[in-house]
């Protein structure tokens, strides 16, 4: 055994990478308040790597398959990183990023956030944003493929379905929820929180709570063996088992319940209830017993109020505590119930052995009208009514309406507890992690069935119009590196129909005849059959930029020009260079929203595909590539084939591009618009070209093939193995199945 350091500051998250043929003992992850990420073999104290990137506390890690690792941060992201790189960068949560989880299939990936929403996330898109919490969520656990728990700070813990639906709502604990564990049954599960506890919920009901002697009890995990490990605020973990055989002796139990009966309880930061000291009966009352596991009964002994907890295993009542601080006292801690704060939070049994019931009340509340409330929502009959509402009174004597208290501290973040949206200026980076000054503050041919104003105006295209692809003796697919342009051309039909929309477009955007020739050499000049054309001048690529900005429901002839331009080396230098190339990105972009007119969505993706046959063009996209993939990953959900086609040809150009370069950052995007782009793409071409790009980008590369394994894109493409027609998509997506073995 030994200690192992790395960080600089405190640790606040610990997880188990599995094991692997590299390290067949597994690896030991952390992240830290030093924004960072140390990977540990068992076997050294020293870290094996430190993963950098984050901006902030690294408070989550979870890892998945392949050696996938997924962090969360107090930045407000998430980042999945692989083989010592951050392969994405999740981004979509306004506050801290508190909790994380990898689900076992399909590459979904879940995260929690002090903002109070879960985010699913696939290929790093966010996919559903859960909302339900009323205050941050701190822990997620799967139970299956389809379903997984969470808790959070308004004391509740909610079962959700991935597709996005709220199944279950538990309530038991009194304070905020930090923890949760899942049995392999996938129905029972464990919890810890901030009211001192350990529950155990079987069947959808707490059937079990332990109480420990520290404030908070901050993690949880559930053993092989089925033990429960719990980990608290004291600095020790406990180990609770239901096996005889691996108990802890005689003597350590007695001296933890000697100990838990040691520790002092605030009479409002648990469910004791707020009762008057005279009222309270002696020893005596011990006699009787509970009704349920942990029941708690106060009794006076003296001049001290102690804390008693029904436990139905032992069949007696164990002492948990003294309670300090007068019970007529107003103090600044409210109680939490069902997600809410309450000044007080009484416990009533009704009938002797039936459950017992929980009456929130808050000082500025009526009785009366609480009291009505009540009886109501547990169909008790109206005749107690002056009963419930004189036992409020009573028990709530000398309390009056004030100004708010500040909220209860959270032992985790320090402080007053995190509020999304609030600030605090206070300094103090390296302060104690819990409780001090350093928290978080936070074209083929033309497509004579697609509707009008759809398809390709005047080209058609989308035919593989590159060179033929290389031939091996196994693979004639890919890696593709040369790059697919839009070739096809019908420059009588483009200036016909420039000038027919001249004729009728506004006078302050009609062209002169002197532009229109212009543009028309330029169209000639990129087009003709022979070298023998002049080649574009600059005015000509000036006036054809200028042209390129008229109003959108026109423009599209002058956009087809320009994707038959940029394939000139002259254009490609004067449009695409350093100066001019991020306007263009800029403008096509533009044109690309999800809410555009078809035509110019798909004529701009289709310039940007001709902008790779040149040097500068390639240049340009390459530096702009995380904002050109991602916008045009939105057009995926357009119903058109031809955009579909231009987009897969764009990933499939950045594929080939990234093929010999080391840039796994880049590789990850075109894996995930790819993944997610083949979830509504259904023409085969479209398809054949994102299984095209999916195997040049995983090809001869072990970290992206693991990576694409992770995502899921196994499951995901096998159905298109058995494509007969055309019989290249069948054949390709073997191809890529092979590569990911």
Known sequence: MHCMSGHSNFVSCVCIIAPSETYPRGLIATGGNDNNICVFTLDQPQPLLTLKGHKNTVCSLSSGKFGTLLSGSWDTTAKVWLNEKCMMTLQGHSAAVWAVVILPEQGLMLSGSADKTIKLWKAGRCETTFTGHEDCVRGLAVISNTEFFSCSNDTSI???????????????????????????????????????????????????????????VWCCCILPNGDIAVGASDGIIRVFTEAEDRMASAEDLQAFEDELSKTTIDPKTGDLGDIKMEDLPGREHLNEPGNRDGQTRLIK???????????????????????????????????????????????????????????????SEDPWLTAHNFLQKNDLSPMFLDQVANFIIENTKGHVVGPAQPAGGDPFTGGARYIPGSSDDRPGFGADPFTGSGRYIPGSGPNTSAPVGVADPFTGGGAYSSAALRQTATNIYFPKTDGVTFEQANSTQIIAKLKELNEGAPQEHKLSGEILESLEGLLVSVCGPNSSEHPPNIQQINLLWKASHWPEDIVFPVLDIMRLAVRHPQVNESLCGEAEGVQLCNHLLSLMRPE??????????????????????????????????????????????????????LVLNYAGCLHSQPDLEAKAQCLSVASRALETVQDKEAVFRLLVALGTTVA??????????????????????????PSKVGECCQLVLKELQ
């Not at 050109?628 to 231009?646: E, G, Y």
């Not at 001869?700 to 027609?725: C, E, F, H, M, P």
Request: some cysteine; aromatic content about 8%.
């Open 158 to 216: 909610r079962r959700w379905l991935v597709s996005g639906e709220c199944v279950q709502v538990y309530y038991s604990h009194t304070n905020y929820i930090y923890s949760l564990a899942v049995f392999p049954n996938c129905e029972d599960f464990v919890s810890t929180g901030e009211d001192r506890t350990l529950r155990i919920w079987r069947k959808g009901e707490c059937a079990q709570t332990i109480r420990l002697p520290a404030q908070s």
């Open 301 to 363: 002994d003296g001049q001290k109020v102690e804390a008693y907890q029904w436990s139905v295993s032992d069949g007696r009542w164990v002492k948990i505590g003294d309670v300090v601080g007068g019970s007529n006292q107003q103090t600044s801690k409210s109680v939490m119930y069902e997600g809410k704060e309450y000044d007080y939070v009484f416990t009533i049994d009704v009938n002797e052995g039936g459950p017992s019931m929980k009456l929130p009340y808050n000082v």
């Open 596 to 649: 555009g007119r078809p035509a110019n969505q798909m004529l701009a993706l289709r310039t940007l595909c001709n902008c790779f046959s040149g040097r500068h063009g390639r240049a340009l996209l390459m530096a702009q590539r995380e904002t050109v993939l991602s916008r045009a990953a939105d057009l995926a959900t357009v119903c058109n084939k031809n955009i579909h086609i231009a987009l897969a040809t």
């Open 700 to 725: 001869s590369d072990q970290t992206a093939q693991d990576l694409a394994r992770s995502l899921g894109v196994n499951s995901q493409i096998s159905k298109y193995s058995s494509v007969s027609d």
